[in-house]
């Protein structure tokens, strides 16, 4: 059974930077689930839908939400199965759970969510 677990969240104030982790278990030895499927950073902001962030497709192009362009990169570890986002110059308006996502064989699996507080 996959599971996705992220990690990095925080508290920080406006113009900072975080990174976030994402780590799989429960993957087959040597598969790497973020390099060979679609992955993506999604975050809910208290009172707001669920909106998509980042993703990153199997063949490397990633895309950005426009508000986060420039200020945000999504990577994965080849090595490891674990996916990261960058982020920085971080603003008040990023402040939400971020929860990591990968869909296997036409199938999501969500992380808990890291708590992502930027003050102004």
């Known amino acids: 059974q996959v599971q996705l677990v992220e990690s990095g969240g925080g508290l920080v104030q406006a113009g900072g930077s975080l990174r976030l982790s994402c780590g799989a278990t429960?993957?087959?030895?040597?598969?790497?689930?973020?390099?060979?499927?679609?992955a993506k950073w999604f975050r809910q902001a208290p009172g707001k839908q669920r909106e998509w962030v980042a993703l990153?497709?199997?063949?490397?192009?990633?895309n950005y939400r426009q508000s986060v362009k420039g200020r945000f990169t999504i990577s994965a570890d080849t090595t490891s199965n674990t996916m990261y986002l960058q982020m920085n110059n971080l603003k008040p308006e990023d402040t939400a759970v971020y929860y990591c996502?990968?869909?296997?064989?036409?199938?999501?699996?969500w992380g808990p969510g890291t708590q992502v507080s930027v003050s102004s």
């Open positions: 996502n990968v869909e296997i064989q036409m199938k999501p699996y």
């Open positions: 429960g993957i087959a030895s040597g598969s790497n689930v973020f390099t060979t499927n679609t």
């Open positions: 990153m497709t199997p063949h490397g192009p990633t």
